[in-house]
């Protein structure tokens, strides 16, 4: 077991500076600069994917538009939460080491990292004082990211949208928390603030959401996206490799739109989509959508701020409600 002896111990405020224990998870070509800003001003930590922009140029001009806000938030005297960057840690990232580099010169404070577990790159992360979260979808994979120095563990369970885990989100944390006390951050289906709080009660330290986060006002997602979300909810929501070769949640209706068979697609081997043309759907993200089980939440497109204020009120009611129950 990897115990806090080993881990140094992370201050998972960030400095009193999350009001809830929130990251706004990072999002392919969803997230945006103005989106982590509204995160961190409204005390979730907010975060987006290095690969996301589609140059480094732009993933540098990103870095300075959100190092400016946050400069401009702190000299107006507030306490943004910190943000983080989320890096494909895997030699088929050709961005990979750029990227990394970029992050190094500018020390961001948290980097997500997904796919494979490098030490070296824990090592480089952690030689500008940072820190790393790293994906893992099963124990195999959290003790290959714990041996290689994460310094903790996002736990993407079912239910996730984008790339998903498959694993009940109760077993998967017990799972992990049995072999390590380093923090762990719960991904999936997280939509509501007593949600926040049972991750905490059943392990986890952290709640990651993305989903309920993809119709903000400040997120790049489309109209039609917008209204696909609004108008799905969990029973529309279809797990299958079959699109790019790894689990991921997709909305229903716009995987019949693009004239995919549902049956067929239940049977069909990872990353061999047809469409009704017999052609291989060439682009997974050129109007079919994913999203995770949380959907059924999204009611309509709010500011970043309103959403988080509501968590913030539904976990703090969430709480009041579960010291009642107990004192029973
Ligand atoms: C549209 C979309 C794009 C995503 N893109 C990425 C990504 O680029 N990198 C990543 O690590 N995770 C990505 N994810 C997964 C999220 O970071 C997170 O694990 C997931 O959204 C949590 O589950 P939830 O959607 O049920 O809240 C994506 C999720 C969605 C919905």
Redesign the pocket.
């Known amino acids: 077991m990897t115990t806090s002896a080993d881990a140094p111990t992370l201050d998972l405020t960030f400095g009193g500076t999350l009001r809830i224990p929130v990251i706004a998870?990072?999002?392919?070509?969803?997230s945006s600069p103005k989106m982590t800003l509204e995160s961190c001003r409204s005390g979730v930590m907010g975060s987006f994917?290095a690969?996301?922009t589609r140059s480094r140029d732009i993933f540098v001009e990103w870095l300075d538009e959100i190092d400016e806000g946050m400069a401009a938030m702190k000299s107006a005297g507030k306490k943004p939460a910190p943000y983080a960057v989320?890096l494909?840690v895997h030699p088929t990232n050709a961005r990979y080491e750029g990227d990394l580099e970029v992050c190094k010169a500018r020390e961001v404070a948290v980097i997500?990292t997904?796919k494979g577990a490098p030490e070296e790159a824990f090592q480089e992360i952690h030689g500008w004082g940072g820190i790393a979260f790293h994906?893992v979808a099963s124990p195999r994979h959290a003790e290959k990211a714990l041996e290689a120095g994460a310094d903790g563990l996002?736990a993407?369970c079912g239910?996730?949208?984008?790339?998903?885990g498959t694993v009940n989100p109760f077993a998967l944390v017990s799972e992990i928390r049995a072999m390590t006390d380093v923090p762990i951050i719960v991904?999936?289906?997280?939509?509501h603030g007593r949600s926040v709080l049972a991750a905490q009660a059943m392990g986890g330290d952290l709640a990651?959401?993305?989903?309920?986060f993809?119709a903000a006002e400040e997120s790049r997602a489309n109209d039609d996206y917008r209204e696909n979300l609004i108008a799905c909810s969990s029973k529309d929501v279809f797990l299958s490799a079959a699109l790019d070769g790894a689990p991921a949640n997709w909305l229903i209706p716009s995987l019949e739109r693009a004239g995919i068979d549902i049956d067929e697609l239940a049977v069909t081997r990872p990353g061999k989509i047809v469409g009704s043309t017999g052609d291989k759907v060439k682009n997974r993200y050129s109007g079919i959508w994913?999203?995770?089980?949380?959907v059924g939440a999204i009611a309509e497109s709010r500011p970043m701020a309103k959403i988080i204020q509501q968590l913030v009120d539904e976990y703090d009611a969430a709480k009041a409600e579960l010291d009642r129950k107990l004192a029973i």
């Open positions: 998870a990072p999002m392919f070509l969803v994917p690969h996301s989320n494909v997500l997904s994906d996002i993407v239910g996730a949208g984008g790339h998903t991904a999936g289906g997280i939509n990651y959401v993305g989903t309920h993809i994913t999203a995770g089980h949380g």
